[in-house]
């Protein structure tokens, strides 16, 4: 039996956190999940939107699972993924984006590693009025979070099988900043010999990916590019509902779809539940659950290939449709 954090979320959150309970369930994974409320929602009657509830059950259990959570653009309260982020030191985000069967787009046999660093760059939340009509925000770099990050990246890389890190910054013109990023990614880059090193401009990079993704393989990059390159690389492979999620730190990992809220489909049965699902399926391998996370996967692509697909990769299956569709696809195969 697992003991595993389960952060429902708000919008879209949790319908797609049931249909993913549902299918690990379905596929005989005894897990206890305690589940946690976070958000808009919990600060009227707790004060905050990350009651510390919610963090001392991922520092007891380890492991998380999350669904997305709602933030107040330009007011109102920190980020609770920033912030969640924070304070259990997750300072890797792990974004793994390819094509998966049957769902058509651009481009084929993408298969791109997106990983960002996550606790600091612009998302420190260093910010202040200066007057009326000036804002700032400060661009906040470490030597020790960019070097565990590049360590990461290529470590990830070694184990991976994977062939090549690119660095990704804007060192032309933050030239202190990312160009400490750069710096460090290159001393880290000299222990791995055996992988190849690259660097890139990220505006350049982004028109790269989107004339010829086939090209890239591990990308590192600092918290911002790394957020919108991200999404990026998922519209490339069918976009947002597909795009699996991963926050790992040295004692915790949380895994959680790229995407957010989607407060556009909030309750209609229409989100795509793939996305936290293939977060759940790491997070499975995480926790060791391999064969479950094996069968998962193949009744995924199995209910893909059928053609029973939903709204957003132009299909006309609801999520709980889709989420059954699974369901019975788990079933047949552990009979077999
Ligand atoms: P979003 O990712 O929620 O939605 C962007 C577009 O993608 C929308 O049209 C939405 O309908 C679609 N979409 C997203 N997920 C989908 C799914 N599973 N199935 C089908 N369609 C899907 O981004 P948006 O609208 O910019 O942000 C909404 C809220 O989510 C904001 O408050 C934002 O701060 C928050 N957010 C939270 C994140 C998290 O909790 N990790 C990450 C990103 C955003």
Known sequence: MH??????????????????????KAAGVDINWDVQTAGADVIEKEGSPLPNRVIESVKKNKIALKSPVTTPIGKGFRSVNVQLRKELDLYANL???????????????VDIVVVRENTEDLYAGIERQVDENTA??????????SERIAKFAFDYAVKNNRKEVCVVTKANICKLSDGLFLECA????????????????????????????????????????GDIVSDLCAGLVGGLGIAQGANIGKDYAVFEPVHGSAPDIAGKDLANPTAMLMSGIEMLNYIGETDAASRIKLALFETLNANIKTFDLSGNSKCSEFTQAIIERLKVLAKC
């Open 3 to 24: 003991n595993i954090t389960l952060i429902k979320g708000d919008g879209i959150g949790p319908e797609i956190t049931d249909a993913v309970v549902q299918i690990i």
């Open 95 to 109: 974004r793994p984006c390819y094509n998966l069967p049957n769902v058509k787009t651009r481009y084929d046999k």
């Open 136 to 145: 700032e925000s400060i661009k906040f770099i470490t030597r020790q979070a």
């Open 186 to 225: 290159r001393e880290i880059s000299k222990n791995y010999p055996q992988i190849k090193f690259r660097e890139i401009l990220v505006d350049n990079c982004c028109m790269q990916l989107v004339q010829n993704p086939n090209q890239f393989d591990v990308l590192l990059l600092p918290n911002l590019y």
